[in-house]
């Protein structure tokens, strides 16, 4: 059974940095792993994406600002930096196999963490 726990949500400034982290258990080594976010009325958007061949997918919004990563004990990184207002959301971390290239499609992915809130403010 696949397991998602994110921790690293937290306030912090319009140009600031934070990093948030994914422990995952229960994966099958070809799971791909991702970011997805989430404001309120809004539907949930795929932010960035690792695959298990090493393959990233960035949302054009994060590209040179956030990096996905992961150690060799499962565990999901989000680094996020010259944070903006607009990164203001829920973050969530996702599992799944994705066979088609679709990293940061919604319906991908059938595996979800709880969410951890992100505010930043001005």
């Known amino acids: 059974q696949v397991r998602l726990v994110e921790s690293g949500g937290s306030s912090a400034q319009v140009g600031g940095s934070l990093v948030l982290s994914c422990a995952a258990s229960?994966?099958?080594?070809?799971?791909?792993l991702a970011w997805f976010r989430q404001t309120p009325g809004k539907e949930r958007e795929g932010v960035a994406a690792?695959?298990?061949?090493?393959?990233t997918a960035y949302a054009d919004s994060v590209k040179g600002r956030f990096t996905i990563s992961k150690d060799n004990k499962d565990t999901l990184f989000l680094q996020m930096n010259s944070l903006k207002t607009d990164d203001t959301a829920v973050y969530y971390c996702?599992?799944?196999?994705?066979?088609?290239?679709?990293?940061?499609?919604?319906?991908?992915?059938?595996?979800w963490g709880q969410g951890t809130q992100v505010t930043v403010s001005s």
């Open positions: 229960g994966l099958y080594s070809h799971y791909c």
């Open positions: 690792l695959d298990a061949d090493g393959t």
């Open positions: 996702a599992a799944d196999f994705i066979g088609n290239g679709h990293y940061l499609r919604l319906g991908e992915y059938n595996n």
